[in-house]
């Protein structure tokens, strides 16, 4: 273990955030049938993220580059300057949970991205958006055409 010594404290969490989670989406995907790659059942997906997500934890965890200095100031400059974005980015998951309940998908994922992008600073309000709607629409075509999602995509109150 003396390669792992030298890491960074935050690619050891991030590595270790990966693996767990990887963990716990394939113990509840094996709660689903599974079934054969050429006839996926529903924990199909699930299992095979989590094996992704196990691998991808390893490797940070390997290749993470020894950099301690450099990881506590920007713990630090993360938590302090960033509670714009934090907050954007909350804030659109909320709006998007409560906008796609009350109006669908279209206006929720709307609502999401542009308050997200508003949490970047350099961020302008028109390309805010542009990208809102770009993203809404190619959403609406995966979800709805090709996933067939039984998602409305617009939907007037409750």
């Known amino acids: 273990m003396n390669f792992l010594k030298n890491k960074g404290p935050l690619e050891l969490v991030g590595a270790l955030v990966l693996i767990g989670i990887g963990v716990f989406t394939i113990w509840e995907g094996s709660h689903y049938n599974i079934g054969a790659l050429a006839r996926m059942g529903p924990g199909y997906f699930p299992v095979a993220l989590g094996v992704i997500m196990i691998f991808l934890g390893i490797l940070v965890a ?76 190619i959403g609406a075509i995966i979800f709805r055409f090709f996933l067939e999602l039984q998602f409305p995509l617009f939907r007037w109150g409750w």
Do not use: Y
């Not at 980015?89 to 542009?114: E, N, R, S, Y």
């Open 62 to 137: 390997l290749t993470g580059e020894d950099r301690e200095e450099e990881a506590e100031s920007l713990k630090e400059e993360a938590f302090s300057n960033e509670w714009r974005g934090w907050a954007c980015i909350l804030g659109g998951i909320v709006l998007f949970i409560l906008f796609g309940a009350w109006f669908g998908l279209v206006p929720g994922t709307l609502a999401l991205v542009f308050v997200s992008a508003m949490g970047d600073k350099t961020q302008k309000v028109t390309s805010a958006i542009v990208l809102s709607i770009v993203v809404a629409l």
